[in-house]
């Protein structure tokens, strides 16, 4: 909200009195807003009705029609409306994903207002990028997990006689040896496509950041072919033998009963996982958070956010509406909510989380995420389809699940396959 | 058929029960499942196991199940999706069941020109995967002006049901000897008169299968329920994947289950209903 | 239809002569409805296979590029392997399931309303929550395996899910279990429509049940093998939510079926132009199994009309 909407609003409407005199013509510049997202229920409904209780509260119409399921699903519904030429005035996007799509359908210059709330100052710079393809501004990201977090069971640890999280991917090693040693499964992530994913991309951030950016995100053949993600490979070995047999094809909350009795012992999971956590009946003192090894000793970030992409519409009262949810999604207040509701940290790194509401694990990422901004550390998710398009992402994941789950495939071998996948997905 | 089993030793009477409880049993083992997680708490399957007895008895599920649980805002449970679901199911299947049934007829009793290579088309209709077929559909739909209705999913389902409706009636119908149709014929009766008369009567056994595979499969239908319809409207299936699907989170499997047992009531009436009509198709058979 | 509003004695003569135009009046719309669509639609997803669509259709030609990367990729290798096991397995195991069922159940069995019921059931939850809830009892760490040792078998195996050669068969049984009632339903209704004087003569001829069923009534329903067939066909091309629900086509690739290579493409990685190459080739290995057996009924067809 803000003097410039009450002022935009009077123009459409003293246009709209001009053209046709009708009161219920003026009264349509309500700022109204029509959304889709996969957010239908738990704190992630929770967050986004919260949102949407801000939107009213600032005067306007909301109106979120949630496709559930999974996020193909929320894109199938995009498509439709798109091909069908009624596309939602915001709909969820994160990712590459958002200059994939502003080509097929016109979107919503973003850039004034991004400008006026000086908004650009405060958001990593990789992130930024993606939300302004062609230097334009057409989407604004709504929230920040970390995906390189590792989790620690207390019981599992104090069995072992740990008591701090490991640094180093060798400290990480010993340890898991250790547990092992103990009767401890070590590792206690699931098996699904993205968490195969977020232990390759975990690994290699921790490895050698700077070779993550280059191979990862900027899909360099000589880095793909390389050391690092040969050292990667092999680190992603080590986790697989590490898993309980059981764990394919398993969401990772299926163990999290046995993590917290300390059967399991170390777990790789966005900042998410602590509501899940927190949801099955245990506390956050069961388990120790903080970032996953990264052996260069300076804060590496992998960046997973969500994202709001505006699309065009000719309704005076969408287009008021976009311009009201763009200042609130920008706005400290919405971003505190929002992230105290699902266990995020905000987008913004200009704001101070030492109020009630937030736990030690979002200050330490939220810190940890300011520091690898200065460091240049703060790269983009592979498994979380923050740093490829999609096709090129899941022709990359399709060589990690496989080489999580197939024992056989020797890390030399692997190296190869996902460069030459990559190649082929060019 | 009956006379000549009954005179069978009661030995292998004990077998063929035997058999068939332990099929039942193999059958209902993920049922049992669902109906325990539907009376356990959230914190009970989440800090145990989600295969497991209830440590207390959580009957609350049921309720906020139906009525309180909130998705997409609507703190209304899964009871107005119930309503949709209904609104897109029984006319669907009807509709397509009744054309289906004629499609057969004429297909398997009133041979014309081109029947083969007619249903050689509408069979490999059945074999058409929903995905494929999304995005003509949604060219379709824009194209006359029903995207996000109802009425879309009726007619996307009808239109698709046809294929297999007609494939289930025609092969049953092509079984009905010859002979009695030749009768008919010499007495003068038409097209409509010898299906009325002769055709419809032998018909509820497959008439029953046909409207179960149609009803189940419109029911639980799911990929073009969320892409073609927004928010209010949705089938019943879009509130069961909003409660058990979601990438960070851990889902809900207690009031999960209890809204997957309630969906499943529809379901599981016509199937009992149409039990009836089994037997009655065999005594039909008998009386003739 | 304005006929029935004729008084009685012309209505006879009106219907006579309309009778031949009536029935293809509602013979051909329902028919033709449902060709058009399956026609179009199959020729529409063939176009879009030649172009470079990628989150919407587009129109520019690009030859045969879908095909070759289709062809070549890991996924759809796996993928062809998968079906053609699954397919296998899943035909037999359901048929024989099914029709096992239905001719127990036709021998006057108390309670044969509840176990119908029992059987079919399956069909009527939705498939997504019971691919989950069967990865939890195949699951070795929490389902069927932990059962039975806590039972006191300690060394019992069952891991087939987690295993990746195994884990296709894990999807066999799930899918049978689901499908087997109403193949089931079918048979029965088929059995129970069999003329009661074929089973009287066989009777009269002292044959015993088993060779009536074998030699009668079998032969009698051979039309609803054929639909119980081709659904157990479809469901095999089809098989989709299961899978996703069961695996999600893990472990790795393990589990990768053209149906979920054909999803993936079109609408995880947005290309629309790859996946509907991928569906079209999904429907050639369809009609490499049904073309031969229509060959093999037409000329059936042909020898029985000569030598009747």
Known sequence: ?426 | MAEAIRRQAPLSRWVIYAVLVAFAAFYLVPLIVTVLNSVRTEQDIGSTSVVGWPRELALSNFGKAWGTYCIAQRCEGISPFMWNSILMVVPATIISTLIGALNGYSIALWRFRGDNWVFGIITLGVFLPEQMKLVPWTLVLRDLGLSNTITALVFIHVIQGISFTTLFCRNYYVAIPPDLLKAAKIDGAGYFRIFWRIVLPLSPPILIVTVIWQFTHIWNEFLYGVTFTTGAQQPVTAALIALSVSVAEAPQYGVQSAAVLIAALPTLLVYLFGGKYFLRGLTAGAVK | MNVQGRPAAPRRSWRAALAPWLVHLVLWPPLLVSVVHIIGFTGYTSWISFTSSTLIPENDFVGLRNYNSVLASRNWAIATENLLIFGTGFVVLTTAIGLTLAVLLDQRIRAENVLRTIYLYPMAVSFVVTGTVWSWLLNPSIGIQKLVRGLGWEAFRFDWVVDRDMAIYTIVIAGAWQASGFAMALFLAGIRSVDADLYKAAQIDGAGPWRIYRRVVLPAIWPIFIAVMVILLQYTIKTFDLVRALTGGGPGLATQLPSLVVYDLMFQRGLLGRGSAAAVLMLLYLLAVLLPYFAFVQWRKRRNARHG
């Open chain 1, 1 to 426: 909200m803000g003097p410039d909407i009450r002022r935009r609003g009077l123009l459409a409407a003293t246009a709209g009195l001009a053209a046709a005199p009708s009161l219920a013509r003026a009264q349509a510049v309500r700022p109204r807003i029509t959304v889709i997202s996969q957010w239908s229920a738990g704190s992630d409904g929770a967050a986004i009705t919260k949102l949407g209780e801000a939107f009213t509260a600032a005067g306007g119409t909301w109106e979120h029609n949630p496709v559930p399921g999974f996020t193909t699903e929320m894109m199938n519904k995009l498509r439709a409306d798109i091909l069908g030429g009624n596309p939602p005035a915001a709909s969820q996007l994160k990712g590459p994903e958002i200059a994939a799509w502003s080509r097929i359908a016109p979107t919503v210059d973003l850039n004034a207002v991004v400008a006026e709330a000086g908004y650009e100052q405060v958001v990593a710079p990789d992130l930024a990028r993606l939300h302004k393809p062609q230097g334009r501004w057409i989407a604004l990201p709504l929230q920040i997990y970390r995906t390189n977090t590792l989790y620690a069971s207390k019981k599992a640890m104090e069995k072992v006689g740990a008591t701090a999280l490991p640094k180093t991917w060798a400290e990480y090693n010993a340890l898991a040896a250790k547990m092992k040693e103990a009767g401890i499964t070590p590792v206690a992530n699931g098996g699904q496509r993205p968490d195969d994913g977020q232990k390759f991309e975990t690994a290699l951030v921790g490895i050698d950041p700077a070779a993550y950016r280059r191979a990862i995100m900027e899909l360099d053949d000589r880095t793909l072919r390389g050391p690092a993600v040969l050292a990667a490979f092999r680190q992603l070995r080590m986790m697989s033998e590490w898993m309980d047999p059981a764990a394919s094809g398993q969401h990772y909350s299926t163990f999290l009963p046995r993590f917290i009795r300390g059967e399991m012992g170390l777990l790789i999971q966005g900042g998410w996982a602590q509501g899940v956590i927190r949801h099955a009946g245990f506390s956050d003192d069961d388990y120790l958070i903080g970032q996953a090894p990264v052996d260069n000793g300076t804060p590496a970030f992998l960046l997973n956010a969500d994202a709001f992409i505006f699309w065009r519409r000719r309704e005076a009262e969408l287009q008021a509406g976009q311009m009201l949810m763009a200042r609130l999604v920008m706005s400290k207040e919405v971003q505190q909510t929002y992230s105290q509701t699902t266990g995020s940290i905000p987008v913004r790194t200009d704001m101070d989380l030492s109020g009630a509401g937030w736990s030690a694990g979002q200050r330490e990422t939220a810190a940890s995420l300011a520091a690898s901004v200065r460091a240049n550390q703060s790269l983009l998710s592979l498994a979380h389809n923050m740093a490829q398009p999609n096709a090129m992402t899941a022709a990359m994941i399709d060589v990690l699940t496989e080489f999580v789950h197939n024992k056989s495939v020797r890390p030399e071998q692997a190296v190869t396959r996902l460069a030459d996948a990559v190649e082929a997905a060019r």
